[in-house]
């Protein structure tokens, strides 16, 4: 596959540039030629169950997105469009940090596809997927 | 199919409950045996893109969940948990209110499945996909 | 949406053209400008459990794949490759033939999205799902 | 993760009963506590493309489908319905053996999740996906 493109202080300046990643908190924390690890501190808008505390499946799914967009992005140089998003939910995320972990799947011309997974801070995987992403959009 | 076991104002006051719900605004329009509209005014966090000012693919794929949970919903008596979620992203969401339409495609035993359909104020197709439902999952 | 560039006729030519389809068996029985509806006689290899006789997933699977594409076909002029898919399986299929009614959802100039339900010979729905296919990849 | 529930020789046992998989031709080259490994010789009525001669999107969907389920079945004991399935087509299936390897993503007490690559002779990533399958369905 081919090398990044970017480094991981580049990374961590592109993903900032979002209002709504901003607003996520997204935090790259390792990143090297084979995965993306960010982090997500929890924040109280997140939550689907008052009593329970967990975060919405909604948000798991945003952040699925953006890291697998952005584990395509270390290897093109910049994010590219969304065409597509599968998401699996496997438990329900409990207050804490979150940390997902994304990789390339497939970078093609045309299409490129990236994985992601999400664990909580004890390593449970809370959910996974993977997306497809619009290579040839342009800058 | 089922008939509705929940009025719209119930419908409404069950979504408001959710911390995460009432961040992104949503706001039934109108309900009827056949689907549900919600509608989402613009909020600057939900941004990814600070020139064109469009909303992330992240906030489409959560507004898709919960409409499509919720047509489930309105035959369930109440929300069941996320199983697993398909986005289909077709075309920017510039700024402006949104509109969700969500159906029931199956209401099973042990799971159901929805679709969900995200309009723009023009009545554009922006976004639309399908997720399926934990139906047994209790209260 | 666009008008068909295909009759019924050429739809059914194109389609036989096509070896999986010709094991398969399809034959289209209704086409407007909304929708197609394709029916599949039951061969005994689609079984999946040879006691209840009823099809693998793995053909509903593939009837999706056809016919959300040949509804893409209708209106583009001919076949697309697929991008991805997702299949729901809702009920069992008992032996009987198939019909798989499809449609597109959006027509765009890289990527295109179309969906597709399959009923049995009573009208019960067994499966459904949608697919992105690739617009711009040439004759 | 738990550990296997069947050899190899009883995974290809039961693979085999199955009428469509004896179409498809589903032969159990390796088995471990990870993933297991399905090659699949090419048949005429795969092809979609008859002057190329490459498989049909819709045999990679069923392959991936099936492979997935077996990854579960090896730690379950016996292979459970597909609930819902993605499928990323990433390269045309050029003739030749296929090989797919599979591997569970979240074993679970009501849904289970698992993966699936295929992989033409010379190691090429063809196409990919993961389904839910449903883990209490019974015997």
Known sequence: MAENKMTKA????????????????????????????VSIPCREEFVVNPKAGYTHGGIL???IDIAADYALAAKIGAPIPTVDLRVDCHRPAMPGELTVE??????????????????????????????????????
């Open 61 to 63: 799914a945003a952040i």
């Open 10 to 37: 580049e990374l961590q300046e592109r993903i900032t540039l979002v209002p709504f990643h901003k607003w996520l908190g997204l935090n790259v924390v390792e990143m090297n030629e084979d995965a993306n690890n």
């Open 102 to 139: 994304a990789r390339p799947i497939k970078l093609g011309r045309t299409f490129s596809t990236a994985e992601a997974f999400v664990y909580d801070s004890e390593g449970a995987l809370l959910a996974s997927g993977r997306g497809v992403y619009h290579s040839q959009s342009g800058s």
